[in-house]
């Protein structure tokens, strides 16, 4: 399996432009997570799904974040209008759940600079 | 609520020496402990867990991790670090059927020729 994949790798924009993050999730998990890295907040928990039904999402910050998972393999996290401070990695992670005690599985990130 | 504290940024050690990175959590209920491992530009990779039963954990890499329930803390061991070693080190707590993994802040640990 290819793992989690995200894109794009890197995203440059204007503020109050229209940001889209996409994710694939490794084939068969049923969970997809989407996180946020930066040096101020650490690692933050957005937003996760279960078989494609947004569980909590009380981790996005504001309405300007909406998350979207229309089908098993494929999620978006979009920012409208995006802002200076949302300039962050974003991390998209999926697992087979089992109990909690299952390990995430990591994109690579997309690195969000918000001029 | 669950949370997890690595009380240093940072922490440099000499290859062949051994090394540990320090991680404390809080829970209401038994925990799950994780530690996962960033090389630049990359994602989270997962090392070790500690879900029951023996309290030395061991995962990938040579790393091995320690629960210890009455300090409340699992840290992370390794008994000769590596160059290679030198990465963002990151602890995570869940408790059962709560899908809300914390993480720590992260460590960077630094292995010097």
């Known amino acids: 399996d290819a793992g989690v994949i995200q894109s794009p790798r890197h995203e440059v924009t204007e503020m109050g432009q229209e940001v889209t993050l996409r994710c694939k999730p490794i084939?068969?998990?049923?969970?997809l997570f989407w996180y946020r890295q930066t040096m101020m907040r650490g690692l933050e928990l957005l937003i996760y799904?279960?078989?494609?039904?947004?569980?909590?999402d009380s981790g996005m910050p504001e309405d300007r974040f909406s998350a979207k998972m229309p089908n098993a393999s494929f999620s978006t996290l979009k920012i409208q209008p995006s802002e200076p401070r949302d300039s962050a990695v974003y991390f998209c992670?999926?697992?087979?759940?089992?109990?909690?005690?299952?390990?995430?599985?990591f994109g690579s990130g997309t690195q969000l600079s918000v001029l | 609520a669950q949370s997890v504290a690595q009380p240093e940024d940072q922490v440099n050690v000499a290859e062949g020496n051994p090394l540990t990175v320090k991680c404390t959590y809080s829970?209401?209920?038994?925990?799950?402990l994780f530690w996962y491992v960033q090389y630049p530009n990359r994602g989270l990779q997962f090392l070790l867990k500690?879900?029951?039963?023996?309290?030395l954990v061991k995962g990938s890499y040579g790393f091995e991790a320690e629960f210890n329930k009455s300090q409340t803390s699992f840290h992370l061991k390794k008994p000769s670090a590596l160059v290679s070693d030198s990465a963002l080190y990151f602890c995570?707590?869940?408790?059962?059927?709560?899908?809300?993994?914390?993480f720590g802040a992260g460590t960077r640990l630094t292995v010097k020729p």
């Open positions: 992670a999926s697992s087979l759940r089992t109990g909690g005690f299952e390990k995430l599985f």
């Open positions: 084939s068969g998990h049923d969970y």
């Open positions: 799904f279960n078989n494609n039904v947004p569980i909590d």
């Open positions: 829970v209401s209920g038994n925990p799950y």
């Open positions: 500690y879900i029951t039963g023996d309290n």
């Open positions: 995570a707590v869940r408790i059962y059927n709560n899908n809300d993994m914390r």
